[in-house]
């Protein structure tokens, strides 16, 4: 969907910002690119939609040349979200979500339909937002503004630029988890820069980690942390990256020891003898991450695992399970 063949952007004062870059994002894809301040992740975002024009190499969106397009008319096929959101001050909350597609030649009343049911999607009641000012709103509800807002004209490709990092961390990792379940059933390809190396590993179907002006690796979460392809990216992702490992680790069926969860399930059910049965419970495919926190707070030493399709349980995840998963992740790596 987005291409980038052997592009440089190079400044007057003989400053170059991205240096022979060359990588693709599939259609559908969520690519993080995460690096220092200054090291060329934001002047590679603005290039697609031609905030920044490359020096030298081409882009291609679905097959185009970005620069045979019309910058204008470009931007309006591109979602925009920043840190700063940029809402309109005098614009309610409906207006500015609504303005893309009116600005596309959609009827009124249509633009304000659809504005609507961006709202709900991204958990925002229009009857009781939609007429507010952004001032009125929360940064956490702004910055979901500013995601509808983007969303309104249904483009194919996303730009995010920090856009969760104004809003403090609870706010954020709940946003996080709001835009993930969103990406599901919207599916955009969708470019998203950020300077925290967590957040590209949870958001990101790959990861570009940059150096100066370069792309050090460009690689699923679990490759970058699993085995970094220069000393570069193993400083970068840390000497904890096996524990950063847990968030990009999921919990299988190969991972449980059989157990019958009903005490798990049902507060009000029978308890097993010495209570030894989990109260607490994640579903398959959750991050190990998730389920070692609740492993953590179970004084039983393990948890109940269900199967998130049909709520039946899965069995039971122990401390020894989750050594399995981190040894099956480690071995894929190998």
Do not use: W
């Amino acid at each position: 969907m987005i291409r980038f063949e052997h592009v440089t952007k190079r400044y007057a004062d003989g400053t170059t910002a991205v240096d022979d870059l060359s990588f693709e994002v599939a259609e559908g894809e969520l690519v993080t690119l995460v690096g220092p301040s200054g090291c060329g992740k934001t002047t590679t975002m603005k290039m697609v939609n031609r905030l920044i024009e490359p020096t030298s190499g081409r882009i291609l969106l679905a097959g185009e040349d970005i620069a045979d397009a019309d910058p204008v008319q470009l931007r309006r096929r591109i979602g925009y979200v920043i840190q700063q959101v940029g809402l309109f001050p005098h614009r309610t909350v409906l207006e500015n979500t609504a303005t893309v597609p009116q600005l596309l030649g959609t009827p009124k009343a249509r633009a304000r339909a659809r504005a609507a049911e961006l709202l709900e999607l991204v958990g925002l009641d229009p009857a009781v937002h939609g007429g507010r000012y952004p001032e009125q709103l929360s940064g956490g509800q702004r910055q979901r503004v500013g995601v509808a807002r983007a969303l309104a004209a249904d483009p194919p490709v996303l730009l995010m630029d920090e856009p969760f990092g104004a809003v403090d961390p609870v706010v954020r990792e709940r946003l996080q988890n709001e835009f993930l379940a969103l990406q599901k059933s919207v599916r955009k390809t969708i470019l998203l820069v950020t300077h925290d190396l967590e957040e590209a590993i949870r958001l990101g179907d790959r990861i570009a980690v940059y150096g100066s002006g370069t792309i050090e690796q460009f690689a699923a979460p679990a490759a970058v942390l699993g085995s970094p392809a220069t000393p570069y990216v193993a400083s970068f992702v840390g000497a904890d990256r096996g524990l950063k490992r847990l968030a990009v680790t999921r919990v299988e069926a190969a991972d449980l020891e059989p157990a019958d969860l009903e005490p798990a399930l049902d507060p009000a059910g029978p308890k097993a003898p010495s209570g030894a049965a989990p109260a607490a419970t994640v579903e398959l495919g959750a991050s190990l991450r998730e389920a070692l926190a609740a492993l953590l707070q179970e004084d039983s030493g393990r948890i109940g695992v269900t199967d998130p399709v049909s709520g039946e349980p899965a069995g039971v995840l122990t401390p020894a399970g989750v050594h399995r998963a981190l040894r099956r992740a480690r071995a894929q790596d190998a």
